[in-house]
């Protein structure tokens, strides 16, 4: 099947996730920076939310990364941990701290939203090939990667290209691209970078407004045309849903799949892009086909978008099982709102 993670060995880690988590200080209330109070901590970190995400749906997950030899580095050791995922392979920084950022409430995708990053010179972005441990970077069924780690130094880079450059035996791998031109010191490098560390990967997460900002290039067809070397190209399209390119059958086809969005009751829009790949990933190992992959990635964004912070329990699997099945009249005005990943509460499917 296209981008599963059956042609790999048997090992006993599915999925192992590498990047920076940094401690988040979420806003009290909605308004600018510098009107905001006061914050709550929490967990913030692409990677590692994919990684909780996968732990809490019943994966065995392991998260690869430094921290610094502080509180905050503490703190985030134990609360990705607390969601059930390996953090041995976490190494302490004497040295250098761990990254911290406050947000406002707003969609990341607004002009209203803000983010003040202190990651600069941060443990994470001190990862290279020569310091972290390989063989649990390799030794999962799945590695998932994204853009966010490129863009913290070149050491970081050389890792990336390091993991995805093409060896036997290596793991399904797989790339957000989360283009975040605010981290990039040279804003006009980091495009080829990100263009070119994807078409090195498996299987691909891009979004349409980001392929667009960053290359230039709009609709699905273009996008896949710009990155015609992973087996599978998975393009968000937002409200509107996800188109899945993945190459079947021994000519190598592309079968393009349609997976509409979910009607959802937003609380709080951030955290929805690394949920669907965590629900897309899970739907993977499982073997499920594609478009049951994508609907396992939009209610596993609709978890988290329905709740204030980036991360939540998920559906149970007999729950989103059931949802992933309705057919396509069904599924297209199911509509969810808060609560609705405890056994059905708030959750609306017409009689049909």
Same mark, same amino acid.
């Given at each position: 099947?296209?981008?599963?993670?059956?042609?790999?060995?048997?090992?006993?880690?599915?999925?192992?996730?590498?990047?920076?988590?940094?401690?988040?200080?979420?806003?009290?209330?909605?308004?600018?920076?510098?009107?905001?109070?006061?914050?709550?901590? =929490?967990?913030?970190?692409?990677?590692?939310?994919?990684?909780?995400?996968?732990?809490?749906?019943?994966?065995?997950?392991?998260?690869?990364?430094?921290?610094?030899?502080?509180?905050?580095?503490?703190? #985030?050791?134990?609360?990705?941990?607390?969601? =059930?995922?390996?953090?041995?392979?976490?190494?302490?920084?004497?040295?250098?701290?761990?990254?911290?950022?406050?947000?406002?409430?707003?969609?990341?995708?607004?002009?209203?939203?803000?983010?003040?990053?202190?990651?600069?010179?941060?443990?994470?972005? %001190?990862?290279?090939?020569?310091?972290?441990?390989?063989?649990? @970077?390799?030794?999962?069924?799945?590695?998932?990667?994204?853009?966010?780690?490129?863009? #913290?130094? %070149?050491?970081?880079?050389? #890792?990336?290209?390091?993991?995805?450059?093409?060896?036997?035996?290596?793991?399904?791998?797989?790339?957000?691209?989360?283009?975040?031109?605010? $981290?990039?010191?040279?804003?006009?490098?980091?495009?080829?970078? /990100?263009?070119? @560390?994807?078409?090195?990967?498996? $299987?691909?997460?891009?979004?349409?407004?980001?392929?667009?900002?960053?290359?230039?290039?709009?609709?699905?067809?273009?996008?896949?045309?710009?990155?015609?070397?992973?087996?599978?190209?998975?393009?968000?399209?937002?409200?509107?849903?996800?188109?899945?390119?993945?190459?079947?059958?021994?000519?190598?086809?592309?079968?393009?799949?349609?997976?509409?969005? $979910?009607?959802?009751?937003?609380?709080?829009?951030?955290?929805?892009?690394?949920?669907?790949?965590?629900?897309?990933?899970?739907?993977?190992?499982?073997? /499920?086909?594609?478009?049951?992959?994508?609907?396992?990635?939009?209610?596993?964004?609709?978890?988290?978008?329905?709740?204030?912070?980036?991360?939540?329990?998920?559906?149970?699997?007999?729950?989103?099982?059931? $949802?992933?099945? @309705?057919?396509?009249?069904?599924?297209?005005?199911?509509?969810?709102?808060?609560?609705?990943?405890?056994?059905?509460?708030?959750?609306?499917?017409?009689?049909?």
């Amino acid at each position: 099947m296209p981008g599963s993670a059956a042609r790999t060995p048997a090992v006993d880690t599915d999925v192992v996730c590498l990047g920076e988590s940094m401690v988040t200080f979420l806003p009290s209330r909605p308004g600018r920076l510098a009107d905001v109070p006061a914050f709550s901590r =929490g967990i913030g970190g692409a990677e590692s939310n994919v990684a909780c995400a996968l732990a809490a749906a019943g994966h065995r997950v392991k998260w690869v990364s430094r921290v610094g030899a502080d509180g905050f580095g503490d703190h #985030l050791v134990e609360a990705v941990a607390a969601y =059930g995922v390996d953090t041995s392979a976490v190494r302490r920084d004497p040295d250098r701290p761990t990254g911290i950022y406050f947000r406002t409430a707003t969609d990341r995708d607004t002009d209203v939203h803000e983010v003040a990053y202190y990651r600069a010179g941060s443990a994470a972005s %001190a990862m290279s090939p020569h310091n972290v441990p390989h063989d649990a @970077l390799l030794g999962g069924r799945v590695l998932h990667l994204s853009g966010i780690t490129a863009a #913290l130094s %070149a050491d970081c880079l050389a #890792l990336l290209h390091a993991l995805t450059a093409p060896r036997p035996g290596r793991p399904l791998v797989s790339f957000d691209v989360n283009h975040r031109p605010g $981290l990039w010191r040279n804003g006009d490098r980091g495009p080829k970078v /990100l263009l070119d @560390l994807a078409r090195r990967c498996d $299987l691909v997460f891009a979004g349409e407004d980001e392929a667009a900002s960053a290359w230039g290039v709009h609709g699905t067809e273009a996008i896949r045309a710009a990155l015609p070397e992973p087996d599978v190209l998975v393009v968000k399209r937002g409200a509107e849903g996800a188109t899945v390119y993945s190459r079947t059958g021994p000519g190598r086809q592309d079968t393009v799949t349609e997976v509409p969005a $979910l009607h959802v009751d937003v609380v709080a829009p951030v955290g929805a892009g690394d949920a669907f790949a965590a629900g897309f990933l899970s739907a993977t190992l499982r073997g /499920l086909p594609v478009r049951d992959r994508a609907r396992h990635g939009h209610l596993m964004a609709a978890a988290v978008l329905t709740v204030p912070g980036d991360l939540t329990a998920p559906p149970s699997r007999p729950h989103a099982d059931r $949802l992933v099945a @309705l057919d396509d009249t069904a599924w297209g005005t199911l509509r969810l709102g808060p609560g609705w990943t405890d056994d059905g509460a708030n959750e609306e499917v017409p009689v049909t």
